[in-house]
């Protein structure tokens, strides 16, 4: 009768055709997501224009979708735990495609808001899901690399959205790119069968004949005997209130550190993607379209994902974290002068790279600094706290341009969550981390 710890064995798997299938389904339910939140701000000039809307209810329209991504991100974050993490994925999908197609039929901004509410919940939602799902699934050698990974899909979500959005909104209105969607919903069916279930999920549940299925796709030397019982480390199993397990083993000083580090980056990737193209503008760039931009700004943010992950592998992803952070700070701030325009694109490239890029590494960060026990409620907590400096993000620099100040103090406004960012990583105690311990 062997005791087989299944960590240890995902651990020091090799990459695989199974580890390509976790990655491919992961990456494909991000780019949705993706694309699904990026969606309401290519359509809004049309959609302000049709409901004849103020910028700043046109404000609270977007921060709706974020108010209930920070909902989804706590409890359907959490419900993973409870239900599985196929179905949490499954629920959260058929949320955000069926809500986000149902906005396209809505013509006041109250049922707009109220459809776009519910599809933020499961925007929100499946995040967390989608990054435990990999995180448990990676070899430990290249875990970050595909987290990150991964998480691009967010930019190529957000980049189909823009190119999208161009061609269909001309040729059938600013319906045409929410319906479209609700395509999603029909690979449901075909995510239930095709993508593995948690295997803590299913040790939990004395579900061993199923882990026995996964455990030779992972590492193929592994044959399956009748004896075998499965187990996780000590530090995996959950003690108590999941919300609680957060702050025990000394992880409550660096929980908070990391929900203060989510809500400063969440707040830089909302007030860039809200309002760069507007500062500009009035700065008097003519940078083509706010398309570019758009496009540059999730091209700088993938460059950054992938060029963050793979170096989190090589060096301590703590360091690479606070690197990435400072240079946030002066990208930003540098946005804020005069430069040339070719200047320009590499600083809207590095703020992309260093915002919504760090954005994504620093979910890979707590997904491997929590026991994979409360792994799911430590991304859903530490995501749901900084979906508030998201939900501010808009309003507050939207009040700033109304108050017509210099360039420079905006883009400093913007870059000021950086600095605190930073210090907030470099307090982080990596020696209580769930990854420092085997």
């Known amino acids: 009768m062997a005791q087989i710890d299944v960590h240890k064995l995902t651990d020091h798997a090799r990459f695989g055709g199974f580890h390509g299938l976790v990655l491919f389904w992961c990456a494909l339910i991000i780019i949705f997501d993706g694309y699904d939140l990026a969606v309401a701000g290519i359509a809004l000039p049309s959609i302000m224009k049709e409901m004849g809307v103020s910028p700043t209810n046109a404000g609270f329209m977007v921060s709706s979708a974020l108010f209930g991504m ?33 906005a396209g039929f809505t013509s006041d901004p109250v049922s707009f808001s109220i459809t776009r509410f519910l599809a933020g919940l499961g925007i929100g939602g499946v995040m967390p899901n989608v990054v435990a799902q990999m995180t448990e699934y990676s070899p430990r050698k290249m875990r970050s690399t595909l987290v990150t990974l991964m998480f691009s899909g967010y930019s190529v979500g957000g980049m189909l959205a823009a190119l999208l959005g161009k061609g269909l909104i001309e040729s059938y209105g600013w319906q045409s790119v929410f319906v479209a969607a609700g395509l999603p919903v029909l690979l449901i069916p075909l995510i239930l069968k095709s993508l593995p279930e948690s295997m803590a999920f299913l040790i939990k549940h004395g579900r061993a004949e199923e882990v026995k299925r996964i455990l030779p796709r992972i590492e193929p030397s592994y044959v399956p005997a009748a004896g075998d019982e499965f187990m996780l480390p000590h530090a995996h199993h959950a003690h108590g209130a999941p919300i609680g397990k957060l702050f025990q083993d000394g992880r409550g000083f660096s929980t908070t550190m990391f929900w203060v580090a989510f809500f400063m980056c969440l707040f830089m990737v909302y007030a860039l993607s809200s309002w760069l193209a507007k500062l500009m503008a009035g700065a008097g760039y003519s940078l083509g379209s706010a398309l570019t931009f758009v496009l540059v700004l ?73 026991p994979m026990a409360v792994r799911s409620t430590g991304i859903g907590w530490a995501s749901g706290v900084g979906r508030s400096g998201a939900i501010l993000a808009p309003i507050v620099i939207g009040t700033l341009v109304g108050m017509s100040l210099p360039l420079q103090h905006n883009f400093m406004a913007i870059a000021i969550p950086a600095v605190i960012a930073t210090l907030a990583v470099s307090m982080i105690n990596h020696g209580r981390s769930a990854s420092a311990h085997h």
């Open 298 to 370: 999730n091209f700088g943010a993938m460059i950054g994902a992938i060029g963050g992950g793979w170096l989190a592998d090589r060096f301590h992803i703590k360091y690479v974290l606070v690197g990435f952070y400072a240079l946030a700070a002066v990208s930003i701030t540098l946005l804020g002068y005069k430069v040339p325009t070719e200047v320009l694109y590499v600083l809207v490239g590095l703020a992309g790279a260093s915002t919504i890029g760090t954005q994504i590494l620093t979910y890979a960060y707590v997904g491997q600094y929590y």
């Open 70 to 102: 920070m909902f989804g991100a706590i409890f359907l974050g959490t419900i993973a735990d409870k239900i599985g993490r196929r179905w949490a994925i499954a629920i959260c999908m058929l949320l955000f495609s069926v809500f986000t197609a149902a």
